[in-house]
């Protein structure tokens, strides 16, 4: 059974840092595209990073040059780091697992910025 389980998540003034993570259970983050999504109220889910099955990334415009995608082999999470956060980055963030048979995804975080 395929878990993905998301943490890291909070309040945070604009300019500060949250370090996501999701810990896979049932899944190979090695072995698998994993991604980190978000939605905000009123608007739909959207990607924020991925990371490919070798270690390509893609961000979304919004985010680049301050959110990175990582994976952590050793404890089977991918790990999300976001600096200088800004209001707009408000919404509950997803963890998505690609595999062949299915797409997979955790319950979601919220993080807030706002002073």
């Known amino acids: 059974q395929v878990q993905l389980v998301e943490s890291g998540g909070g309040l945070v003034q604009p300019g500060g840092s949250l370090r996501l993570s999701c810990a896979a259970s049932?899944?190979?983050?090695?072995?698998?595209?994993m991604g980190w999504y978000r939605q905000a109220p009123g608007k739909q889910r959207a990607l924020v990073a991925r990371i490919t099955r070798g270690t390509s990334t893609n961000y979304a415009d919004s985010v680049k040059g301050r959110f990175t995608i990582s994976r952590d082999y050793a404890k089977n999470t991918v790990v999300l780091q976001m600096n200088s956060l800004k209001p707009e980055d408000t919404a509950v963030y997803y963890c998505?697992?690609?595999?062949?048979?299915?797409?997979?995804w955790g319950q979601g975080t919220q993080v807030t910025v706002s002073s």
């Open positions: 998505n697992a690609e595999t062949r048979g299915a797409d997979y």
């Open positions: 049932g899944i190979s983050v090695r072995s698998n595209a």
